[in-house]
């Protein structure tokens, strides 16, 4: 089953990714055998996050019209809140995307954070790694938009765009700290607002490498999604940074935290919670935590 579905997926099935997707998101029987025979080319991540309300989706509405009106093919994987109740995407603004669902050169998929805190999905890496075999030229993954805390991006992509708007001054300080650090581009979006060249350039200050860690100065594109415009300055942004990668410490980080996940995962395959309970139970008062869990290790 597998072996024909990758084979589907290199001939550009996009049925057969959508189904693979689904069944490695449930970890179906041989998925894991899947994913160690895949050779993952190096097709380009870009990460989109910032804070809700800065018009991310919008952004990559606006960079889908542009890759595809150059021909290019282009996978965009959405990860949205979860629903409190069975853990699905709750869709949010997806329809702003409505009109490349049809196009065989778009490939888009909602997937819910299902309670991850950094604002990705739990297999993100894994299905990125199935979209890199599909012959895409480029993956776009917008992230929720919850935070400090949705950092993981920075890990995943080759490229990290933090998009942020012209009122969001007040947010600034208390986003640096998170958001603010992980940033290969900054976008000001709706920069057709009042105030927006006075808040870039405030930005600009703040940004300058002797207030930061960077040791760089980070580009800053303004563009207003909606109306289309600055599209082409940040798609050479873009390339700009993905020519000038260098060694990722965060993509490292990640995949080492990934690691230890997969690795505790297997190590605690045998050891049930139900059966822990019942054995302490049985134990009585004569039970010692530090000695009973001595014989798990």
């Keep these: 089953m597998w072996d024909k ?40 991540i870009i990460g989109i996050t910032g804070p809700p309300g800065a018009g991310k989706s919008t952004l990559v509405d606006a960079l889908i019209g542009f890759y595809i009106a150059q021909n290019k093919k282009v996978a965009v994987l959405c990860v949205d809140p979860s629903s409190p109740f069975n853990l699905g995407a709750l869709l949010g603004d997806r329809i702003r995307m409505s009109e490349w669902y049809n196009n065989p050169n778009v490939f888009i998929r909602s997937l819910a954070t299902r309670g991850s805190l950094g604002g990705l999905h739990p297999k993100i890496i894994e299905i990125s790694d199935v979209l890199k075999v599909a012959g895409f030229d480029y993956i776009i993954i917008e992230t929720v938009g919850v935070g400090q805390s949705e950092i993981e991006i920075a890990g995943l992509a080759d490229v990290t765009i933090v998009t942020i708007v012209p009122e969001a001054g007040d947010e600034i300080q208390t986003m640096k700290a998170g958001m603010m650090e992980i940033a290969d581009l900054f976008v ?46 940040l798609s050479i942004a873009i390339e700009k940074v993905l020519k000038n990668a260098d060694g990722n410490e965060r993509k490292l980080w990640l995949l080492s935290e990934k690691a230890f996940y997969l690795i505790q995962k297997e190590r605690m395959r045998d050891v049930n919670k139900a059966a822990l309970k019942k054995q302490i139970e049985d134990a009585g008062t004569n039970f010692n935590i530090y000695s009973f869990v001595k014989k798990y290790y």
């Design 188 to 233: 000001v979006n709706k920069a057709d607002r009042p105030g927006a060249d006075t808040f870039v350039k405030n930005l600009r200050l703040m940004l300058a490498p002797a207030f930061t860690n960077h040791a760089k100065e980070i580009e800053i594109v303004k563009t207003t999604a909606s109306k289309k415009e600055g599209i082409e300055p």
């Design 5 to 44: 579905y990758l084979q589907q997926i290199k001939a550009g099935n996009i049925k057969a990714l959508a189904r693979c997707i689904s069944l490695i998101e449930n970890e179906a029987s041989g998925y894991a055998d899947f994913l160690r025979s895949l050779t993952v080319s190096k097709t380009p």
